[in-house]
């Protein structure tokens, strides 16, 4: 007897998925499934024995974790997990998560959604859920003769339907609505494992179908096999396996469900071979006596099944248009689901690829929501074409990496600059994101030493490649090399096109004891002390600070040394454009004394007017020096003997100053000194005068 075991058999992706997701909620403590975890009873019992129970209502539930089972459950249950304050698992498989998400959005913008499958199951109640409750679901084409004509429809179907009832279905709907809408949900890995059990039972005299009786996709290979005219035996394990199915047959074919677990089937191939070697399996048919199934295995009536007897002429079309994937390739493909674990993706491939979260190339904090979004086209590597189920696992962070350093390469080859993000400081240098990690060198970072590199973390730069080494996946780029040439192009530009007498902004670039250089774009400007204000100076730091932007004027280019000479004062307010204004002749001013010559002293009136005190305004006697009636610093008054604003002069005297001054007190004692009328003496009037008189006398002598 020639056993065949199908090739396509046991967990697919989403089954497998639950599963570990619900063994890693046993190693953290256990908890409750919404459920059955999936539909296979041998896995759920191994799990419950665990710690991970099944509760039939959210009432059995008083806390710790939920895990919403692999055939999902409505927004609202979902909704009612959390608010209570359970910690919820979703382990509902990404194709049902892809049929929920349709159903919503189909209903949401105003279509009547019409689902194919059966109205029981777990997967189809929770899809209708998603629609609020709205959704129509139909068995075939007979349900939607009955009901009446419609506007707009949105389809989809039960994900283990077969394609043929999805079409039959669509096919009604297109003369009884509109508008018919579909949105494809149908598992291609069941459409594969539907396929394979057609070509297996053609040939085969007997088939075990090995899986849960509540598996619709273990329902669906026992009746294609049943329709292909092969004697049909539906089993949940190898104790249900009767030596007398087997009277008369050639060959044997072992089909196992998405939800079967690899173990039974084994056990179920392990009995065969007993059986074919002639040897009586004690141990299994003991088991099998005692054991009470719920439902005894038997052969199967042969019934017609005509939607499901071959594929149709869309299916043959559809496995023709796949493509033959290969590890490593680079390939194209559209979002169809994004979920907290990852991302599916349809490659035109005979299942949707799966891109965990751990090749999606996430950054710190970003979700795959984040990323991508259902719809959007992007480049994944296939990264393992898996023969047990046809999942593909894909990568989007290699095919980035890919895409990265093919344009580094094209960059590197043209010199073209490129932006990228300081990611971190480190010895040496900084790491940059370029699609790839990237290196610059502390050297190429500025053009010239930088002793703090880490306020360049976090911002966005422009650089150069100078080195690529793809077998050691080595970058380096330097922005150094970018900051020199803008500085030739400004460099030249500026002195292309600077003249005397233009105002120009620039930055104050260094401070010295003469004066502060300026860069006007690429060349540095003298600003000499004696140009920075109107007023005296004595260090340019007084009027300007290092990194300052100020605007000045281009007194002098010299472009055969190139040297250019500034002003900054020329663009203020010139304080002797109103002189005569604030400092009218005869009129008596503050000052302080500024500077001493041997011909005078020189008082500041205000910033930038500074006016002469000859040395015979000094006092009303002969004075030989300056120093000998006023210091530098000292506060004076003085009166103003004359203005003259073209030559930006002042003549001052602090002798008739005082004059005036003397006068007005003498004026102020020869007045009535009370109510009475009474009059001043004279010693009154001249005591001051005496008394000065007297010392002078006494200093003579």
């Not at 050297?443 to 690529?468: A, M, T, Y």
Request: proline share 5%; aromatic share 4%.
């Amino acid at each position: 007897m020639r056993v065949t075991l199908a090739k396509n058999a046991g967990f697919c992706f989403g089954v497998r998925r639950a599963v570990e997701m619900a063994e890693q909620m046993a190693n953290d403590g256990g908890g409750h499934s919404l459920g059955p975890v999936i539909h296979n009873r041998p896995v759920v019992e191994a799990l419950a024995a665990r710690g991970v129970k099944e509760a039939v209502g959210l009432d059995e539930i008083e806390s710790g974790a939920v895990l919403l089972p692999s055939h999902g459950v409505s927004p609202g249950l979902a909704e009612e997990v959390r608010r209570k304050g359970l910690v919820v698992c979703d382990a509902t498989c990404p194709l049902v998560k892809r049929a929920q998400e349709a159903a919503a959005r189909l209903s949401e913008e105003g279509y009547t959604v019409v689902i194919v499958g059966d109205p029981k199951h777990t997967e189809v109640q929770s899809v209708v859920g998603w629609t609020g409750g709205k959704a129509v679901v139909v068995d075939g084409p007979e349900d939607i003769r009955k009901m009446p004509p419609m506007d707009r429809v949105g389809v989809l179907s039960q994900t283990t339907q077969p394609a043929a009832k999805l079409e039959a279905v669509v096919e009604a709907l297109r003369e009884k609505a509109r508008e018919v809408r579909v949105e494809p949900t149908i598992c291609r890995v069941t459409l594969d494992r539907q396929a394979e059990a057609r070509e297996l039972a053609g040939g085969a005299d007997v088939v075990l179908v090995v899986g849960g009786r509540h598996s619709a996709n273990t329902r669906q290979l026992a009746e294609i096999s049943r329709a292909a005219g092969a004697r049909t035996y539906h089993l949940e394990s190898a104790a249900e396996v009767e030596p007398g199915w087997f009277s008369g047959a050639e060959t044997v074919a072992i089909l196992a469900g998405a939800s079967t677990p690899d173990w039974i089937t084994e056990e179920v191939v392990a009995m065969m071979k007993e059986l074919d070697e002639g040897k009586e399996p004690e141990a299994e048919r003991e088991e099998a006596r005692t054991a009470e199934p719920s439902e005894p295995a038997k052969e199967e009536e042969k019934v017609a099944a005509p939607e499901v007897e071959s594929m149709t002429e869309g299916q043959a079309e559809m496995e023709k248009a796949l493509r033959d994937l290969k590890n490593g390739e680079l390939v194209r493909g559209k979002v169809v689901s994004v979920g907290d674990e990852g991302v599916m993706v349809d490659v035109g491939y005979k299942s949707e690829g799966i891109i965990p979260v751990g090749e999606l190339g996430l950054k710190d904090n970003q979700t795959p929501a984040d990323m991508v979004k259902v719809g959007d086209e992007i480049n994944v590597v296939i990264k393992n074409v898996e023969g047990q189920d046809g999942n593909v696992i894909l990568s989007k962070r290699r095919a980035d990496d890919e895409d990265a350093w093919k344009h580094l390469q094209a960059v590197h080859e043209s010199g073209e600059p490129i932006e990228v993000p300081v990611t971190a400081e480190v010895k040496g240098g900084l790491i940059v994101d370029a699609g790839v990690r990237g290196f610059i060198p502390a050297s190429h970072v500025s053009r010239g030493f930088v002793k703090d590199l880490k306020p360049f973390v976090g911002q966005e730069i422009k650089v150069r490649v100078i080195e690529l080494d793809r077998p050691r996946n080595q970058v380096i780029l330097s922005r150094k090399l970018i900051l020199e040439e803008e500085q030739r192009r400004l460099r030249e530009e500026t002195w292309r096109n600077i003249n005397e007498g233009e105002v120009r902004t620039g930055v104050v670039k260094r401070l010295t004891d003469f004066g502060a250089f300026v860069d006007l774009g690429g060349v540095d400007g003298l600003l000499h002390v004696s140009e920075l204000s109107w007023g005296r100076v004595k260090h340019p730091s007084e009027v300007v600070h290092e990194g300052q932007e100020i605007k000045v004027k281009v007194l002098k280019v010299d472009r055969e040394n190139e040297r250019i000479s500034l002003g900054y004062k020329q663009i203020l307010p010139d304080p002797w454009t109103s002189i005569q204004e604030r400092y009218v002749e005869g009129s008596v001013v503050a000052g302080k004394v500024v500077r001493l010559a041997p011909f005078g002293a020189f008082v500041e009136l205000q910033p930038g007017i500074d006016g002469l005190v000859h040395i015979s305004q000094l006092a009303d006697r002969r004075v030989a020096k300056p120093e000998e009636v006023v210091s530098v610093g000292q506060e004076v008054k003085v009166k103003v003997l004359g203005v003259n604003p073209q030559a930006h002069r002042i003549s001052l005297s602090l002798r008739e100053a005082e004059e005036d001054r003397d006068r007005a007190e003498y004026e102020q004692k020869a007045k009535p000194e009370a109510e009475g009328g009474g009059l001043a003496t004279i010693g009154d009037v001249f005591s001051d005068l005496l008394t000065g008189q007297k010392g002078q006398d006494k200093d003579k002598s």
